[in-house]
């Protein structure tokens, strides 16, 4: 039992000091400042949060933690570890994996391992092909957060690009249909079109213009028009373009059928950043134009954008490209994906403090709304009687990122020696206090996120 007495409570669009008192699992009481009837205080062990800021534990909807299959680079434990350093407290990874999660089978084997290794909630989606529908609709199928569709190749080569098994996933499944939208056409004739203009492309630079606006466009377009055919609920991952955010609205997210995420690697860098970082900042989808980013952030003020994500997905700097060459994270082969879980809450609160978003949003767009999106049952709020999945961040403790600090398996950051003023000093999951100032509870594991 913890009461964590003073803090600057950011839950549900407003800020209020407050004490927060955690019974076992769940929060227990909620008293804002000058409230007198208090229950059971005294048998809590307090904590001082004066000065501090008090949220709800982030979920990150989209992470790739690399097990199994794929352990050299990353795993479920180090990977969660290194998330409740960032205050993220729960997460969905992907199933482009090895073996891939593509069976019920392969699935239920996923959450085995997670309960064995995970300091974190978790959960997972289930992976759609050219030719599994069977398994997308089979009992046990349900217990995964969404059905993820690669409708561009990205790694681990998932792409389902039939139009019949499209369609047919649209209008069958009856889960959220969560998307990754490149079109591969418009991605090979662009490569064809940069090769016959400059004859060697192999420069990371290439990268935005291969993979490019149009590209995202045409793929995110077809599957909203699949989902509006259908009556699909269909949730659009990492958006990257302002040609995009056409196919979206802002109404409130329950009257939505149609979502949106965006990841803070696209929030954060440009096409810019390619001759300083290379192929560190290497995603698909590309960080695109200034513009671009411009725009997602003003759809994540406005409403058209539901969700700040990561994915999350570690590599060797090997196979980014490092090898001891003067071209070092030059090379267009290099692998797409960066880890980010340990620093995306601390980097949104950056663009805050830069008048870009405010506390308020950043915890609906990273706790509250993916709670509400996916249905996990008492998350995402600092309520009572919900699980007592909570961060306390201190807003004036800068400190820089550097390969010391960084909790990654892969051992690097796109953001090494960025400076931050906000540093997590205490995460709670399921009202445990698992990080605390740099100190790991080794011996807690995360609970399976309950679907509503």
């Known amino acids: 039992m913890y009461l964590i007495k003073n803090a600057l409570v950011i839950n549900e669009g407003k800020r209020f000091k407050a004490d927060v008192l955690t019974d076992g699992e769940r929060i227990a009481g909620i008293w804002r400042e000058g409230a007198k009837e208090r229950k059971r205080e005294s048998e809590a062990t307090v904590i001082d949060a004066e000065g501090m800021l008090l949220l709800p534990g982030i979920i990150d909807d989209q992470v790739h933690f690399r097990e199994p299959g794929l352990t050299h680079k990353a795993d479920i434990h180090s990977e969660s570890r290194a998330g409740l350093a960032g205050g993220v407290t729960s997460f969905i990874d992907m199933p482009n994996t090895v073996p891939q999660t593509v069976t019920v089978e392969a699935l239920n084997a996923k959450f085995d391992l997670a309960s064995q290794k995970s ?22 199928a349900e217990r995964a957060a969404a059905i993820k569709v690669f409708m561009g190749a990205s790694t681990g080569n998932m792409l389902v690009d039939n139009e019949l098994s499209l369609e047919r996933i649209f209008a069958e499944v009856s889960k959220i249909v969560v998307t990754h939208c490149e079109s591969e056409s418009v991605i090979a004739a662009n490569k064809a079109r940069l090769q016959a203009q400059y004859g060697d492309i192999s420069d990371i630079k290439f990268h935005p213009l291969i993979r490019d606006a149009e590209a995202c466009y045409a793929s995110s377009a077809e599957a909203v028009r699949l989902a509006e055919k259908h009556n699909s609920r269909l949730h659009l991952f990492h958006l990257s373009t302002r040609k995009e955010l056409s196919l979206l609205d802002d109404k409130p997210l329950e009257q939505k ?15 810019k950043d390619y001759e300083r970082l290379g192929s560190l900042i290497k995603w698909n989808p590309a960080v695109k134009s200034r513009a671009d980013r411009e725009a997602l952030r003003v759809a994540l ?32 082969n290099a692998a797409s994906g960066g880890p980010m879980i340990q620093h995306s809450l601390v980097a949104m609160l ?21 709670a509400r999106l996916f249905g996990f049952k008492d998350r995402g709020f600092i309520r009572e009687g919900y699980y ?43 009202g445990r206090l698992v990080y605390d100032n740099g100190l790991f509870d080794e011996d807690f594991r995360g609970k399976e996120l309950e679907l509503c």
């Open 119 to 140: 300091m974190a909630n978790y959960s997972f989606m289930l992976g759609a092909t050219n030719d599994n529908l069977a398994e997308l609709k089979k009992p046990g």
């Open 257 to 271: 059928r149609i979502t949106a995420e965006v990841c803070v690697h696209h929030l954060w860098f440009s096409d």
């Open 301 to 332: 003020l406005e409403g058209k954008i539901d969700v700040v994500a990561t994915d999350h997905a570690p590599h060797t700097l090997e196979d980014k490209g490092f090898t001891g060459s003067p071209n070092d994270g030059r090379t267009l």
């Open 350 to 370: 950056e663009l805050c403090r830069q008048g870009i978003f405010t506390e308020e949003l950043t915890v609906e767009k990273m706790a509250h709304n993916p």
């Open 388 to 430: 007592a999945d909570l961060v306390l961040v201190n807003p004036n403790s800068p400190w820089t990122v550097s390969r010391d600090n960084i909790l990654y398996k892969c051992g690097w950051s796109p953001l090494e020696g960025a400076v931050f003023s906000h540093q997590v000093d205490k995460t709670f999951v399921n």
